[in-house]
């Protein structure tokens, strides 16, 4: 079946370090690709999204690329921020009616 | 603008209770659904609705009960609540056709 894998966390970082969050996926087809984050005490919110292969997702400084030969959308940063400190989800849908999610990395950053 | 509003945010409950989770949204979106969200295992889809009168289940609808009687408004029932039901709950809507869900803050549940 459809599902998302994503890396194990937690993950830690010193400010202004590079951030990357692996995530693969399965699925019979082609779907849309998504990060979502979850800020402590809060909601999940999306992030970035991709619909098709090699399209580029980006937002807060925030980049994933879809690609389809990997089945792959990893997710970076090149400078992470304390107020970045979440837990990001890889997600996918074809429909947009049912998102498979991964199961999270929690990513804490150190000032 | 609220967005998705979740209530409660916390609650306990006991083996064998019943109890509502609300969720209810004021951006006119068709498609609602609830998601329960345990460790290790990320989200997972409980049951859904695209719009008024129409619901239908996910991934893990045993044990949850849901209504959609207006656009805005989409209770989740647990009827006898047991303690696998312990998680976090979050409610979400989005548009038809549209790729991006706005997600609840979530509702916290325990059940001892």
């Known amino acids: 079946g459809d599902s998302v894998t994503q890396m194990e966390g937690p993950v830690t970082l010193s400010e202004e370090a590079f951030l990357t969050i692996n995530c693969t996926y399965t699925a019979t087809g082609y779907p849309s690709l998504f990060w979502y984050v979850q800020y402590p005490g809060e909601g999940l919110q999306l992030l970035l999204k991709?619909?098709?292969?090699?399209d580029k997702g980006s937002n807060k400084g925030f980049e994933a690329t879809y690609r389809k030969e990997t089945t792959s959308f990893h997710l970076e940063k090149g400078s992470v921020q304390v107020s970045d400190s979440a837990v990001y989800f890889c997600a996918l849908s074809f429909t947009g009616n049912q998102f498979y999610f991964g199961t999270g990395t929690s990513l804490t950053v150190i000032p | 603008n609220a967005g998705v509003t979740q209530t409660p945010k916390f609650q306990v409950l006991k083996t064998g209770q019943s109890m509502t989770l609300q969720c209810a949204q004021d951006m006119n979106h068709e498609y609602m659904s609830w998601y329960r969200q345990d460790p290790g295992m990320g989200l997972r889809l409980i049951h859904y609705?695209?719009?008024?009168?129409?619901?239908d289940q996910g991934e893990v609808p045993n044990g949850y009960n849901v209504s959609r009687s207006t656009t805005e408004d989409f209770p989740l029932r647990l009827l006898s609540a047991a303690p696998s039901q312990t998680s976090v709950y979050f409610c979400?809507?989005?548009?038809?056709?549209?790729?991006?869900?706005?997600f609840g803050q979530g509702t916290r549940l325990t059940v001892v």
């Open positions: 991709a619909t098709k292969a090699d």
């Open positions: 979400a809507s989005k548009r038809t056709g549209a790729s991006e869900a706005f």
């Open positions: 609705s695209v719009g008024a009168g129409i619901t």
